[in-house]
Nanobody, 125 residues
Framework: QVQVVESGGGLVQAGGSLRLSCAAS????????MGWFRQAPGKEREFVAA????????NYADSVKGRFTISRDNAKNTVYLQMNSLKPEETAVYYC??????????????????WGQGTQVTVSS
């Protein structure tokens, strides 16, 4: 049974930082690209960042470029999202997902096969 579990969310002031972690089990982690998405209340889910199977290719939403960094540790079956200079409008539930398109870093949610339950990130002004 595949499990994708996010952690690291919480409350942070605007301008602050958080690091999200996502641990995947029940799959061969290195065969999957990994991505982060977020969904704010009343809004559609949106792409944040993705990384290919070895970490050599990444994609970011324009809104987070230069502030967020995605990375992975295949030995630990874990992907990370370092978020700096957070803004109140980035308050959302952040989801981690695994994609079988391992060579790329997909930005479409439809390319992902497994999803976590999400972790809440709240940025106060």
């Amino acid at each position: 049974q595949v499990q994708v579990v996010e952690s690291g969310g919480g409350l942070v002031q605007a301008g602050g930082s958080l690091r999200l972690s996502c641990a995947a089990s029940g799959l061969t982690f290195s065969r999957y690209a990994m991505g982060w998405f977020r969904q704010a209340p009343g809004k559609e889910r949106e792409f944040v960042a993705a990384i290919n199977w070895i970490g050599g290719r990444t994609n970011y939403a324009d809104s987070v470029k230069g502030r967020f960094t995605i990375s992975r540790d295949n030995a630990k079956n874990t992907v990370y999202l370092q978020m700096n200079s957070l803004k109140p409008e980035e308050t959302a539930v952040y989801y981690c997902a695994a994609s079988g398109l391992r060579l790329g870093a997909p930005f479409s949610g439809s390319d992902y096969d497994y999803w976590g339950q999400g972790t809440q990130v709240t940025v106060s002004s």
